[in-house]
């Protein structure tokens, strides 16, 4: 074995043995929140045992997210109170590995889940779109990260709840627009620049007030800087940026890391499994600019 690839097998192992011994800690903690609505009657206990399911499902099903980032979402699903309208809705579902765990906790909660996926992989790129020009600068190649629906409608079937769900196939261009009823929370991993902006313009203005909007590419500054763009909201929505908690870095999950871009290093033994997320109704937008008032001032005198 070459040195490269004992370096690669050590981190493989590190991380592997980092996210074991630490699960039990993650979930115990992660699990704990005063805001958990009483009306749900997720006593603590039945949160730490939602949250080894979690854990297993995530060994059982691939997902493009950590169970811990699952878990993060439950946990935001369980504050919002029972009165307030809104299905949760997940764009970009791979082979169904969020969509499992996430419909358990909307099973337990009485929420409809709506999956938005193409089922067949990344959309061909759009110009101007410089991750979807990356990932197929040699060309379009169907069924990257696809799953079929049906091969994501059976892992819900043997692992989450069923029952719950309703799926919705197609390109977002094409589906979203078409989207009906409230959202209370969205779950958006879906790579590109184009998705991203397709699911924003159609589905963001069918989330509640106090709705949660969470985002897998919190490591990509350039794609988080939407949610503090004050021209997108205004040019859009006629509203400012609402920010996006955990942009960078992700919330913090119990996982060990200094510099998030290390996931991209396989030979590091650090990495994130996190996520970020934005509240609906909240607004990251900078007002003090002092010289302004100075100048101002100095006009009036």
Same mark, same amino acid.
Request: with cysteine; net charge negative.
């Given at each position: 074995?070459?040195?490269?690839?004992?370096?690669?097998?050590?981190?493989?192992?590190?991380?592997? $043995?980092?996210?074991?011994?630490?699960?039990?800690?993650?979930?115990?903690?992660?699990?704990?929140?005063?805001?958990?609505?009483?009306?749900?009657?997720?006593?603590?206990?039945?949160?730490?045992?939602?949250?080894?399911?979690?854990?297993?499902?995530?060994?059982?099903?691939?997902?493009?997210?950590?169970?811990?980032?699952?878990?993060?979402?439950?946990?935001?699903?369980?504050?919002?109170?029972?009165?307030?309208?809104?299905?949760?809705?997940?764009?970009?579902?791979?082979?169904? +590995?969020?969509?499992?765990?996430?419909?358990?906790?909307?099973?337990?909660?009485?929420?409809?889940?709506?999956?938005?996926?193409?089922?067949?992989? =990344?959309?061909?790129?759009?110009?101007?779109?410089?991750?979807?020009?990356?990932?197929?600068?040699? +060309?379009? /190649?169907?069924? /990257?990260?696809?799953?079929? =629906?049906?091969?994501?409608?059976?892992?819900?079937?043997?692992?989450?709840?069923?029952?719950?769900?309703?799926?919705?196939?197609?390109?977002?261009?094409?589906?979203?627009?078409?989207?009906?009823?409230?959202?209370?929370?969205?779950?958006?991993?879906?790579?590109?620049?184009?998705? #991203?902006?397709?699911?924003?313009?159609? #589905?963001?203005?069918?989330?509640?007030?106090?709705?949660?909007?969470? #985002?897998?590419?919190?490591?990509? #500054?350039?794609?988080?800087?939407?949610?503090?763009?004050?021209?997108?909201?205004?040019?859009?929505?006629?509203?400012?940026?609402?920010? =996006?908690?955990?942009?960078?870095?992700?919330?913090?999950?119990?996982?060990?890391?200094?510099?998030? $871009?290390?996931?991209?290093?396989? $030979?590091?033994?650090?990495?994130?499994?996190? /996520?970020?997320?934005?509240?609906?109704?909240?607004?990251?937008?900078?007002?003090?600019?002092?010289?302004?008032?100075?100048?101002? +001032?100095?006009?009036?005198?």
């Amino acid at each position: 074995m070459n040195n490269n690839k004992l370096k690669k097998s050590l981190a493989k192992f590190v991380r592997a $043995t980092h996210g074991f011994l630490t699960a039990p800690m993650a979930i115990f903690f992660l699990t704990y929140s005063p805001k958990v609505h009483p009306g749900y009657g997720m006593t603590w206990p039945r949160r730490i045992a939602l949250g080894f399911r979690f854990w297993l499902n995530n060994a059982r099903v691939t997902s493009g997210t950590s169970w811990r980032a699952h878990l993060v979402i439950a946990m935001k699903l369980l504050e919002i109170p029972p009165e307030t309208p809104g299905d949760v809705v997940e764009c970009g579902c791979w082979k169904g +590995g969020a969509s499992v765990n996430i419909s358990l906790v909307c099973k337990l909660i009485g929420r409809r889940m709506k999956i938005y996926d193409s089922f067949e992989g =990344l959309p061909p790129p759009v110009e101007g779109d410089v991750i979807a020009e990356k990932t197929f600068k040699k +060309g379009f /190649i169907p069924g /990257i990260f696809g799953g079929t =629906l049906e091969e994501v409608q059976d892992n819900i079937r043997r692992y989450g709840a069923y029952d719950v769900c309703s799926f919705h196939q197609g390109w977002f261009e094409n589906t979203t627009p078409h989207h009906e009823g409230d959202i209370c929370l969205m779950f958006i991993d879906v790579d590109f620049y184009s998705s #991203l902006h397709d699911v924003l313009i159609n #589905l963001w203005p069918h989330v509640v007030d106090g709705g949660f909007v969470f #985002l897998d590419e919190y490591l990509n #500054l350039p794609y988080c800087a939407v949610f503090y763009s004050e021209k997108y909201w205004d040019k859009y929505f006629k509203c400012a940026p609402p920010g =996006l908690v955990g942009a960078g870095t992700g919330v913090q999950v119990g996982m060990h890391y200094t510099d998030p $871009t290390i996931r991209f290093q396989p $030979t590091q033994m650090q990495g994130p499994d996190s /996520i970020s997320y934005c509240i609906k109704g909240q607004y990251a937008l900078w007002d003090f600019y002092p010289d302004e008032k100075e100048e101002a +001032g100095a006009a009036e005198g």
